[in-house]
């Protein structure tokens, strides 16, 4: 299968600051790739759908303003959680979705956030 | 009713068994399916896409029925390491945008 990375695997960070999780698609090109959320025990959430070189699309309920997404070039795509709560933390994975007749997503190994 | 619905089991069987799931989908329109295989405090693995004539892998085998719209998977000869989370994923019609479902929690007990 595809490889994609995300950095950093575990971020710790005090209340209000800000995180930058990164993707990237490594051996192929992605001009959609996908940000969730996954808290205990849960499903996995759809936050938004990143574009390269458009605007990201947010689901329902899901802030642009605080979750920033930049979608650069067609093998990284970027997650910025500005001004970070204990209730964000969470754990955030991406996905890339490699072109195909099926469009198969591929997930980074996931970031796990937590916010003192 | 949800757009992509599985039962959340868990599904308690011993090594060796036979197993299946089905998903539903609720959009008549949807043109891809896929089964992810997720682990605890890991990231969801592609296990298979699910093509409409069906499709085997080894010990899993995937089934679509347009009809009635639901995917199935089934696992034989169970091992202890298929013990895991699997996710039925359907992408919208007409767009790339996935629909999860909850998943199905598979443990295989020796």
């Known amino acids: 299968g595809a490889v994609v990375s995300q950095h950093p695997s575990r971020v710790i960070c005090k209340s209000g600051t800000s995180v930058k999780i990164e993707c990237r698609s490594l051996?192929?090109?992605?001009?959609?790739m996908f940000w969730y959320r996954q808290f205990p025990k849960k499903s996995l959430m759809l936050m938004a759908t990143?574009?390269?070189?458009?605007?990201?699309?947010?689901e329902q309920g899901v802030e642009k303003d605080k979750f920033l997404i930049n979608h650069a070039s067609l093998t990284l795509s970027t997650l910025t959680v500005t001004s970070a709560h204990p209730e964000d933390s969470s754990f955030y994975i991406c996905s890339a979705s490699r072109e195909s007749i099926y469009n198969e997503q591929f997930f980074g190994p996931g970031t796990r956030l937590t916010v003192l | 009713r949800k757009e992509v619905e599985q039962d959340p089991g868990p599904f308690n069987v011993p090594e060796g068994a036979t197993v299946a799931f089905n998903c539903t989908y609720s959009n008549s329109a949807s043109q891809s399916f896929f089964w992810y295989r997720q682990d605890c405090r890991k990231e969801p693995k592609l296990l298979m896409s699910v093509y409409s004539s069906g499709n085997e892998d080894g010990r899993f085998t995937a089934q679509l029925n347009r009809a009635s719209q639901y995917i199935s998977l089934l696992i034989r000869d169970s091992k202890l390491s298929d013990s895991a989370t699997y996710l039925c994923v359907v992408n919208k019609g007409g767009s790339y945008i996935p629909t999860f479902g909850r998943g199905t929690s598979l443990i295989v007990h020796p």
């Open positions: 051996d192929f090109q992605a001009t959609t």
């Open positions: 990143s574009n390269e070189g458009s605007k990201a699309t947010y």
